[in-house]
């Protein structure tokens, strides 16, 4: 079956790094832009970063912009969030999601884009 896959979160200090990844299974990888969204205690998912079909395209969230990067290995069916100069307030369960889309340079910021989902993984950031 389709399954998305999140590891890599823990504990982590302020200033410092994390890098996430997300196994794809079940799908045909390279068909699928994949992004990154999270979800504080108390609060909204919401976006974090996105990487078109090819790789091309990249977008951010605003809080997120020069610190975080996306990235995806098509050959392995995997996604990556490489997280730097890692912040409070990034504390959240960070989740994979997978968009069917026919263009290549598409990506959307929008959860609703997103039909396939990740159990998600914790992310703690001390201050």
């Known amino acids: 079956q389709v399954q998305l896959v999140e590891s890599g979160g823990g504990l982590a200090q302020t200033g410092g790094s994390l890098r996430l990844s997300c196994a794809a299974s079940g799908l045909t990888f390279s068909r699928y832009a994949m992004g990154w969204f999270r979800q504080a205690p108390g609060g909204e998912r919401e976006f974090v970063a996105a990487i078109s079909r090819s790789g091309g395209s990249t977008d951010y969230g605003d809080s997120v912009k020069g610190r975080f990067s996306i990235s995806r290995a098509d050959a392995k069916n995997m996604v990556y969030l490489q997280m730097n100069s890692l912040k409070p307030e990034d504390t959240a369960v960070y989740y994979c999601?997978?968009?069917?889309?026919?263009?290549?340079?598409?990506?959307?910021?929008?959860?609703?884009?997103?039909?396939?989902w990740g159990q998600g993984t914790q992310v703690t950031v001390s201050s």
């Open positions: 999601a997978a968009d069917a889309t026919y263009g290549s340079s598409y990506i959307s910021s929008q959860l609703r884009d997103y039909p396939i």
